[in-house]
């Protein structure tokens, strides 16, 4: 009976450690998803602040890009309007040179 009593307590007991171990596990591994969780929520912050920050750069370079289109634009039209200008002074030049010796070269 006494070897009984003891084969039982020391089950018991093997038992007992299985379960304070496998207890340590559970305890450890919901501290770790705790700093886990913490640790993503805290990136999570940053790169919403970070994706703020770069909304931003973006709409500014959207503007700076329409501002630059509408420049380029208007330049465009001044070109094209001082070609044409040019190019009429030229016609003239010749129609004068061109009525004062009779030729169309002007040299």
């Known amino acids: 009976m006494d070897e009984l009593k003891a084969k039982i307590v020391k089950e018991g007991e093997v038992e007992a450690k299985a379960y304070d171990e496998y207890l340590q596990w559970c305890q450890s591994a919901v501290q770790d998803t705790g700093f886990a969780i913490e640790a993503a929520t805290k990136e999570k912050g940053e790169l919403a602040a970070k994706i703020t920050e770069l909304d931003a750069e973006i709409s500014e370079g959207g503007s700076k890009i329409e501002d630059l289109a509408s420049a380029i634009a ?4 001044d070109l094209k309007s001082a070609t044409a200008i040019r190019e009429k002074e030229l016609a003239d030049f010749f129609e ?3 009525g004062a010796d009779g030729s169309n070269k002007c040299a």
């Open 74 to 77: 208007t330049n465009e039209g």
């Open 96 to 98: 004068v040179r061109k």
